[in-house]
């Protein structure tokens, strides 16, 4: 049982609470706090002091004061004016994830919404009723302001829910549930559009999806290794304890645990060649680099998932800060940094592949007998190629760049939403150049037969043969690329 606004969320959580395996509630201790926070802004609304966003108008209208009669009018009107995306919608999940790490910061304590609102938002996420978000129109600073209009709209009975895999508007779908629209309160229009939860949604899955592909990388290069029969040396502890980086460390472990007991290494022990490719080779220090990039996001995005990043932020009934805990630079940086880190993965996938059809060391040129009339595996190194170039221009820094807005009052933003969509662009592209590389890692290792691999290596390879058989004369790749694609995505590799 997770307890919003008490227990710390991690990936891990978000992911089991989104997929229903883990049960979220709100408890007694958090309900308290938001039960204050709402007292604290009730008495500040009633008041004559001036609060952003509880009395006040919003961005260059701040200095405009609302009056108590009017405050309801203003929070609604907050969330239709701000719901301007535009695009493709964001996959269900993302808007499920948005939802869940919402709820986690209201129950903070220091947003001011009434518990009844944040109630009717874990009715949606309970009920599997998704608000459909489109992918564009957030600059990162404010918060994901359009982005979390759309996502609360069906609070009001506007906008669109996922349904059936259509988009249906939200009154249809809160009226087959028996539920009425809300009305808002002072500051409960903000504390919903104010904060990163876009880009934070996009950070989790993205994270969650790069810890497999990262595991994944190893066992495809290993099965690389294997078929181009390279060396083990490069991977000994001792090499690795006097440079000692975290993810190269955990990457040559992993290469030794998945050589384990190979008789096809064994059998290379003793040949002339004194050194591979630096693919082959620097797979440490490379796949390493990328998971550091990893933990350093990872580690970011744990403190954002567990912080308030909406404004004001509410501590007293006398004291209100505007500050700008929405402001989305940190997860912006660091995502930018890790789709290079993510980006090198498919680089280096891309290299290992071409190695193996460049007939060395007991390998058919292009991974076929028949060449000539055959172009075996020639060509699915083009779509690797392709997808690495790619990638490439993905990882331009949206974080580098920045367009005032609201007439020049937020006249610095992070842009870290388009940073969170091309990180998980990037990602997708990966899962490709991988499937790719293990079709061909698999070919390569049928002409080291009949040596043996190790237990995991010999059973990803089986795993690849259920679904896609060895090429003996060409034929259409197609079909096996998108199986291995499937494959991927669905996580079917054995990776620990």
């Keep these: 049982m997770f307890k919003y606004g008490i227990d710390q969320l991690t990936v891990k959580k978000v992911m089991a609470i989104a997929n229903g395996s883990l049960k979220a509630i709100i408890n007694q201790a958090a309900i308290k706090k938001i039960e204050d926070c709402r007292q604290n802004v009730e008495t500040i609304a009633c008041s004559n002091q001036a609060v952003y966003g509880i009395n006040t108008g919003f961005g260059p209208l701040c200095d405009v004061q609302i009056t108590p009669e009017e405050t309801s009018k203003l929070q609604e009107n907050l969330l239709i004016t701000h719901a301007v995306g535009v695009g493709k919608p964001i996959d269900k999940m993302g808007s499920k994830i948005m939802m869940i790490c919402k709820v986690h910061a209201l129950c903070q304590g220091f947003s001011g919404v009434r518990l009844e609102l944040i109630e009717r938002i874990l009715y949606f996420i309970d009920h599997d009723l998704i608000p459909v978000v489109p992918e564009q129109g957030s600059v990162g600073a404010s918060g994901d302001l359009a982005p979390l209009a759309h996502l609360f ?215 076929t007998k028949a060449g000539g009339l055959n172009s075996g595996f020639m060509i699915p190194q083009y779509t690797t190629a392709a997808l690495v170039t790619e990638n490439k221009s993905l990882c331009f820094p949206p974080s580098a760049d920045s367009i005032p807005t609201s007439l020049g009052q937020e006249d610095h933003v992070s842009m870290g939403s388009i940073s969170g969509r091309q990180f998980n662009q990037i990602l997708g ?63 079917a590799f054995i990776v620990n």
Aim: glycine share 6%; charged share 25%; aromatic share 8%.
């Design 153 to 367: 709209l069906p609070l009001l009975g506007e906008g669109e829910f996922w349904f059936e895999g259509t988009i249906t508007p939200a009154k249809n779908i809160l009226k087959q549930h028996g539920l009425k629209p809300m009305s808002l309160e002072a500051k409960e229009g903000l504390g919903l559009i104010n904060g990163t939860q876009f880009i934070l949604a996009h950070t989790i899955m993205g994270l969650d999806k790069m810890n497999y592909l990262l595991d994944l990388a190893d066992v495809a290069g290993v099965m690389s290794l294997e078929g181009y029969q390279g060396s083990a040396s490069p991977f000994k502890e001792a090499l690795h304890n006097i440079r000692p980086f975290k993810g190269n460390i955990k990457v040559a472990a992993r290469i030794r645990m998945l050589l384990k007991d190979s008789q096809n290494l064994k059998n290379h022990f003793k040949c002339n060649r004194v050194q591979d490719p630096y693919s082959i080779r620097c797979m440490p220090q490379v796949h390493g680099a990328s998971r550091n990039a990893y933990y350093h996001l990872n580690e970011l995005a744990e403190i954002e998932m567990n912080s308030v990043t909406d404004n004001p932020i509410i501590l007293s009934e006398t004291e209100a800060i505007s500050g700008g805990n929405f402001h989305g630079q940190p997860l912006a940086m660091a995502l930018d940094y890790a789709s290079i880190a993510a980006s090198e993965l498919g680089n280096i996938a891309d290299r290992r592949c071409y190695l193996l059809l460049e007939g060395q060391y007991g390998l058919p040129r292009l991974l």
């Design 429 to 491: 592209n990966i899962e490709s150049i991988l499937a790719i590389e293990l079709m061909y890692a698999a070919q390569a290792m049928e002409f080291r037969r009949p040596n043996t691999f190790s237990e995991i290596i010999e059973e990803n390879f089986k795993i690849i043969r259920s679904k896609v058989p060895k090429l003996e004369d060409d034929r259409i790749l197609k079909d096996d690329i998108h199986t291995l694609i499937t494959m991927v995505k669905n996580r």
